[in-house]
């Protein structure tokens, strides 16, 4: 009887053993819950492809199961450093939905890269649910690739590996901005989760900051001098109270109320001018909810332009280099001081100047066959 017993009891422990383990590598087996694009190098499936990447306007914003590549999701996404984007960080947002919470596995965000700038890639921060993480990426290969040609790019994947216990039941986010350097071009982005998570369509209410540019130059309203901020909001779902303000780290420096109904929305905040640098916070708002922000700064801006004409001095390049010291020392230089002549009775401001590096014009002034009536011109001017 003890022996029988024995068994059944080392039978049911058996069975229980394998029970464990089928659930454990079943929640450990990797699933495609979404992705967009495909891992394909090529990026026909995006949005502005393959090379009309002066013609970007937003970040991306993409609703898994509503929105599609070929309209929400450009295939380059710029940096800080890129001024054809406004020389800011950019950030793109995936939301999608999840039927019910996991308990136990893992994730894996999966970044698959046709190319980043060949000397300042951008480092990528990505947000998943309000967990962060870093992804410094190298140097690419040439211009090429954001110019139409994706074949010349050189292919990286960057991964973000996450516990998924961070998804949770319903509305998921995860954002990728471009804190530093220059652009990337996307090939795929795909989230793998344990085989027993399963996705759900989620709605495409929401409230993002695509845009906030400041004016170069501090702008006259009211008496004061004021920085200028254009903000673009894209709202979906039902109609909201919202409030759009702006915060650095010691008091609210602007604030408007605003209602939002579905689609795109432009406003502008006007800020008193600083006298140096100043770092903020714009954040959307809704029913005491932030519902997205991104950072601002603002510089004492530009108040007076200068033109100023400029000779650069390459000896050598499009003749020989005797050839054309001697041309700055005759031709040059006299039709340089015709325009001077000619100029020389309108108002200073408006007098022509030319701008010449050093060596040249040692060798303009200092040659031993030049005329004495030009060096005083030439001194003169």
């Not at 394998?18 to 026909?44: M, V, Y």
């Not at 003749?319 to 700055?328: E, K």
């Amino acid at each position: 009887m003890k022996t029988k017993t024995n068994l059944r009891t080392w039978i049911r422990l058996t069975a229980a053993t394998f029970s464990l383990a089928a659930t454990l590598a079943q929640a450990n087996e990797a699933k495609l819950l979404w992705e967009i694009g495909k891992a394909d190098r090529n990026n026909a499936e995006f949005a502005l492809a393959p090379g009309d990447f002066s013609g970007y306007r937003d970040d991306a914003r993409f609703v898994v199961g509503r929105s599609e590549a070929k309209k929400d999701w450009p295939y380059v996404q710029p940096g800080p450093l890129d001024s054809w984007a406004g020389t800011r960080p950019h950030t793109f947002t995936v939301v999608f939905g999840v039927k019910q919470k996991p308990d136990a596995g893992a994730c894996r965000l999966l970044v698959d890269l046709l190319d980043t700038h060949s000397v300042s890639p951008p480092k990528l921060k990505v947000v998943v649910n309000g967990r962060p993480f870093e992804l410094p990426l190298p140097k690419g290969a040439s211009d090429a690739s954001i110019r139409g040609e994706p074949a010349k790019g050189r292919p990286h994947v960057a991964r973000v590996e996450f516990p998924a216990t961070l998804l949770r039941a319903g509305r998921n986010e995860i954002t990728l901005t471009t804190l530093s350097g220059s652009w990337l071009l996307y090939d795929r982005v795909a989230l793998e989760t344990p085989a027993g998570v399963e996705t759900e369509l989620v709605e495409a209410q929401g409230t993002a900051i695509v845009a906030a540019e400041v004016s170069p130059a501090p702008v006259e309203r009211d008496g004061k001098r004021c920085h200028r901020i254009t903000v673009t909001l894209v709202h979906s779902g039902d109609i909201v109270n919202a409030v759009i303000r702006l915060d650095d780290a010691t008091e609210q420096l602007a604030r408007r109320m605003l209602t939002l109904a579905s689609g795109r929305h432009t406003l502008e905040l006007f800020v008193p001018a600083v006298s140096k640098a100043r770092y903020a916070t714009l954040a959307v708002t809704v029913a005491g909810e932030t519902l997205d922000s991104r950072p601002v700064t603002l510089v004492p801006g530009v108040e007076q332009v200068v033109l100023v004409f400029k000779t650069h001095f390459d000896i050598g390049y499009t003749d020989m280099a005797s050839n054309v010291v001697q041309r700055y020392r005759t031709t040059m230089i006299d039709q340089a001081l015709a325009v001077v002549d000619q100029n020389r009775d309108l108002p200073t401001a408006q007098q022509f100047a030319w701008t010449i590096t050093g060596w040249p014009m040692h060798q303009i002034l200092d040659w031993p066959q030049q005329t004495p009536e030009r060096k005083a011109r030439v001194e003169r001017a």
